[in-house]
């Protein structure tokens, strides 16, 4: 209705290219305009000034011959300034963004890795985003923002990168319980050195105890009993263990079965067995 009264209204964020017969005349921004086609006027086009999105995906093989999909998300809209550009002298425009993208993409991951492609994707969007605004500003067109939203591998080669990771931590893993379990010995062993050393200090010093004691009954013995030498207190020490000991065997349930000498003549084999040792350990000694 409005066009056949020669009036149009062009909506916010879009702009009119308007043509007299058949030629570029005037950009018509938002609002009522009055385009009376009865002297040759008449309404080319619209143009949308909106921010528009192109993802892209791009299959390009690394430098190390691996296969991957680089998807980039192109962000651009259309410049009020040079509308007429952009009307006039692109037939498509997402085809030529497109064009663009593979020839960058193309011409930048081969030069890399696979995983410098994954490191480095932020330098492949900035050189994507350069060529772009570069190219496509003659066309009356901004690009806002350039984005590597994906970098896909082949599945077998994502499986084996997975695989590879895995046993990478396996590996850390065993090596880590591996050392706690040398940790865990080296302390056990620094413990029963420990341990053995103090049960030998108490075992020594028990042993000094025992001799100190007897020295002291054998001197105060011979002082208080006239007539007695050391060797007959030494006697009598004897006895006195020897049936300490065999009373402790009898009274133990658990001690096995053992066959020892007995009666007077067995003591005073033992004391002289005993003296005869340590006898030979002194003259050794000497």
Same mark, same amino acid.
């Given at each position: 209705?409005?066009?056949?009264?020669?009036?149009?209204?062009?909506?916010?964020?879009?702009?009119?290219?308007?043509?007299?017969?058949?030629?570029?005349?005037?950009?018509?921004?938002?609002?009522?305009?009055?385009?009376?086609?009865?002297?040759?006027?008449?309404?080319?086009?619209?143009?949308?000034?909106?921010?528009?999105?192109?993802?892209?995906?791009?299959?390009? %093989?690394?430098?190390?011959? /691996?296969? /991957?999909?680089?998807?980039?998300?192109?962000?651009?809209? &259309?410049?009020?300034?040079?509308?007429?550009? &952009?009307?006039?002298?692109?037939?498509?425009?997402?085809?030529?963004?497109?064009?663009?993208?593979?020839?960058?993409?193309?011409?930048?991951?081969?030069?890399?890795?696979?995983?410098?492609?994954?490191?480095?994707?932020?330098?492949?969007?900035?050189?994507?985003?350069? @060529?772009?605004?570069?190219? #496509?500003?003659?066309?009356?067109? @901004?690009?806002?923002?350039?984005?590597?939203?994906?970098?896909?591998?082949?599945?077998?080669?994502?499986?084996?990168?997975?695989?590879?990771?895995?046993?990478?931590?396996?590996?850390?893993?065993?090596? !880590?319980?591996? !050392?706690?379990? %040398?940790?865990?010995?080296?302390?056990?062993?620094?413990? !029963?050195?420990?341990?053995?050393?103090?049960?030998?200090?108490?075992?020594?010093?028990?042993?000094?105890?025992?001799?100190?004691?007897?020295?002291?009954?054998?001197?105060?013995?011979? !002082?208080?009993?006239?007539?007695?030498?050391?060797?007959? /207190?030494?006697? #009598?020490?004897? /006895?006195?263990?020897?049936?300490?000991?065999?009373?402790?065997?009898?009274?133990?349930? %658990?001690?096995?079965?053992?066959?020892?000498?007995?009666?007077?003549?067995?003591?005073?084999?033992?004391?002289?067995?005993?003296?005869?040792?340590?006898?030979?350990?002194?003259?050794? &000694?000497?």
């Amino acid at each position: 209705m409005g066009q056949a009264l020669g009036c149009i209204q062009v909506d916010q964020s879009t702009v009119a290219v308007k043509e007299h017969f058949g030629r570029f005349d005037d950009v018509l921004h938002p609002g009522c305009h009055c385009l009376p086609w009865c002297v040759g006027y008449q309404l080319a086009g619209l143009l949308t000034l909106r921010l528009q999105q192109l993802d892209v995906r791009c299959e390009t %093989k690394t430098k190390d011959n /691996v296969f /991957v999909t680089v998807v980039a998300s192109i962000q651009y809209r &259309a410049l009020a300034e040079k509308a007429s550009d &952009a009307f006039y002298r692109l037939s498509n425009t997402k085809e030529q963004i497109q064009a663009y993208v593979f020839d960058v993409i193309r011409a930048s991951v081969p030069k890399l890795d696979l995983d410098s492609t994954f490191e480095q994707k932020n330098d492949i969007a900035k050189a994507v985003e350069d @060529e772009l605004e570069k190219a #496509m500003s003659a066309y009356g067109y @901004e690009i806002v923002q350039t984005l590597i939203v994906d970098i896909e591998p082949d599945t077998q080669v994502k499986r084996a990168m997975n695989e590879i990771n895995a046993a990478a931590r396996l590996r850390v893993a065993a090596n !880590e319980k591996a !050392e706690a379990e %040398k940790i865990l010995q080296i302390k056990r062993a620094e413990g !029963e050195a420990e341990s053995k050393y103090l049960s030998g200090l108490g075992i020594a010093r028990q042993r000094q105890a025992i001799v100190d004691g007897l020295r002291d009954s054998v001197l105060g013995f011979s !002082e208080n009993v006239p007539g007695t030498s050391a060797k007959d /207190v030494m006697d #009598m020490v004897l /006895v006195t263990q020897y049936f300490d000991t065999m009373k402790e065997i009898g009274a133990s349930s %658990k001690s096995s079965a053992v066959f020892i000498p007995h009666g007077p003549g067995a003591v005073k084999d033992i004391a002289s067995q005993i003296r005869e040792g340590l006898l030979q350990a002194e003259g050794v &000694a000497q």
